[in-house]
């Protein structure tokens, strides 16, 4: 067992990470719970396209893409995704000639008529705010993710009755004390989800990074300038294959493969390539794909994670068991109950904690004065204020350079 001294840095480090992170936690939380119903979302949002037939035969890919380049002449079709348990329509993402904007149409399953650009991409969005923030890469939101593995591991260490804080609700005490119990009995109930989540989120945020900086190290410069040559190479006007045709052949290079989605990349040039990706039938795997020779038929390039290795089959199962899309709309009910919950109480009790370790008296034993400053022990004071209005009694006693507890004494309110 840790001794007091490793207990009390431990919950340092547990409240400091609440405290520096709780907001951004609760609003990837708070997205990702919702997020979970994006397609649902997106069809609410556009009541239109929730009205179209669901064809049971859809139309044929190159009907699709035939109507696309009628009523877009000279745009570029970027990739289409096809209609799925909860999408009844095909969509396609095309850039017009010389335009930096992607234009996301609607076209109907059972004609592959163009219905007309999608008014609201309210999904999309929550995806983007839960994936990238908006304004950065998604490592940040990976870095998150560990960030909540080490709340959860030193939230297990310091809570060691862990027992008995499942079934531990004062409603009869104080404001802070309910909060504090809602967050250690939503944190107990729901750990196994929570480590998931946070686990899941970590790899697919920070896997990426640590692949490309692997690949740069082992193979330098050498793969940027292979693609640009490739990139450069073949652009004269060529003979394209149906994309249905491209598409059965995927489909028999890769057996059990569920297309979801079709990339199409140099399309018309004697260099074009058609991509296939999506599930596998019967398998949990979602990062399928097949590459295609649009002008040829050869393959290639084949990612069968069932085929690759022990790592390639790993993240190929992060992005289901994350988001839990395998288990269809009853699993998907489940997700936004713990991490908002959970995530809510946090924010709000380490607002509380957070009284503990920026108070005055914290300031003068922690922090020098000549690197706080003035402006800073009277912030310091003033915030201590607002939290605990005429005082605050906690349950945290401090001897030495860390704080320790009292046994079982609980923080309250002094009034």
Sequence with gaps: MPGPRTLSRLLVLHSWAGIVTGLLLFIVCFSGAVVVFKHEIDL???????RLPRSERPAALATVLAQLQTHYPGATVESIALPDAVNPNYFAWVRGPGANVRTKLALRSDTGAVVGPVDSQLGQYLRMLHVFLFFGPRWIVGFLGVSMLVLIGTGIVIHRKILAELFTLRWDRSPRVLLSD??????????????????????????????????????????????????QHGTAPAAMQSLDALHAAAQQAMPGLQTQHVSLRRW??????????????????????????????????LH??????????????????HFGDYGGLTLGSAFPSF??????????????????????????????ASIIG????????????ICTGRGFH??????????????????????
């Design 268 to 301: 018309g040039s004697s260099s074009a390539e058609a991509g296939f990706s999506g599930k596998l039938g019967g398998h949990l795997a979602s990062t399928a794909r097949v590459d295609l020779d649009a002008v040829t038929g050869r393959l290639n390039k």
């Design 339 to 368: 991490p908002a919950v959970c995530t809510g109480s946090l924010v709000v009790w380490k607002t509380g904690m957070s009284r503990q370790f920026l108070s005055p008296q914290m300031v003068k034993r922690k922090i020098p």
């Design 374 to 385: 003035h402006h800073g022990a009277r912030l310091a004071r003033c915030f201590d204020g």
């Design 182 to 231: 809602l967050h250690k009995c939503t944190g107990v109930w729901g750990l196994g989800f929570h480590i998931l989540i946070a686990a899941t989120g970590a790899w697919m945020g920070l896997a990426p990074l640590f692949e490309q900086g692997y690949e740069y190290l082992t193979t330098g410069a050498t793969t940027t300038t292979t693609a640009a040559a490739a990139t």
């Design 304 to 321: 069968d994670p069932r085929t690759r290795g022990f790592w390639s089959l790993l993240n190929s199962l992060m992005e289901p068991l």
């Design 44 to 50: 609410w949002a556009n009541p239109s396209l929730a």
């Design 394 to 415: 906690g349950d945290v006693v401090h001897r030495g350079s860390f704080p320790r507890h009292r046994g079982n004494t609980e923080p309250g309110w002094k009034l």
